[in-house]
């Protein structure tokens, strides 16, 4: 007889605490936001300073607006939305929307960021092929993959002189201090951190991005992100001793 009682997931350790400086890195303007902008709150709360590092600026975002434009509002939407949960500095690589690839030019870029900015820790988006563990679960996008797996990539390629040795003739030396990579979204988390002190914020912080959320949904904006996000995190407290959470897949380094 084959048991079919699915085993009950492990429980997620505490999030490192003993570092001051991060870069997030993801693909798109609102990839941060529903991924891990109450984490990130909590942690500039504590004086650990978190840089943005955007592949794209969005700008295939939104169907009804043309990508000139819709670029300059999805980087406006961004920067606001940063600057809610205490984040300053927001780049862009200024890749394509929709069609980033995997490779060399994309890991170049990541690796050239994290040596300028010299983080401990580094956080990416989910860079599996789909958002739940398990067969027929809903699709990830390209964008998320390939950058999700060059963000992977380009950490160890930060601390190593002979790959990309252009960085170091542009004076960008090599940087070998990434200690994570903190996978926000993953479908097999490890770890977590309480969404509470900084989740009020990660709602405002989602909210700046309204023209992608009124194109997106007919639901009141203000009921769309509160439910999303709230609902995450009260489905991740299963696991973490009932504190609702944000959960990292974390890969030491």
């Not at 023209?211 to 509160?226: K, N």
């Amino acid at each position: 007889m084959i048991d079919k009682t699915e085993a009950t997931p492990p429980a997620l350790d505490p999030m490192p605490g003993d570092w001051r400086r991060a870069l997030a890195v993801v693909a798109h303007p609102d990839d941060l936001e529903y991924g891990c902008a109450a984490a990130i709150a909590d942690w500039t709360d504590g004086g650990r300073e978190v840089v943005y590092l955007l592949a794209t600026r969005g700008e295939a975002g939104i169907d009804t607006l043309d990508p000139a434009e819709c670029a300059a509002v999805r980087e406006q939407e961004q920067r606001a939305s940063a600057a809610v949960v205490g984040v300053d500095t927001v780049e862009f690589l200024d890749h394509r929307d929709g069609v980033i690839e995997y490779g060399l030019g994309l890991r170049r870029d990541i690796a050239a960021a994290i040596r300028r900015h010299r983080p401990e820790l580094v956080i990416t988006l989910n860079h599996r092929d789909t958002w739940t563990p398990g067969p027929g679960g809903p699709w990830n996008t390209p964008d998320h993959v390939a950058v999700g797996r060059a963000t992977l990539d380009a950490a160890a390629d930060a601390g190593n002189r002979w790959i990309f040795p252009e960085l170091t003739e542009q004076g960008l030396e090599p940087w070998n201090g990434v200690r994570w990579v903190a996978v926000a979204g993953s479908t097999t988390p490890t770890h977590a951190t309480s969404a509470a002190p900084g989740m009020e914020r990660a709602v405002e912080s989602l909210l700046c991005h309204r023209a992608y959320i009124e194109a997106l949904t007919d639901q009141a904006p203000e009921e769309y992100v509160r439910e999303f996000l709230t609902g995450i995190a009260e489905r991740t407290a299963a696991r973490f001793d009932g504190v609702p959470a944000v959960s990292f897949e974390l890969f030491a380094r």
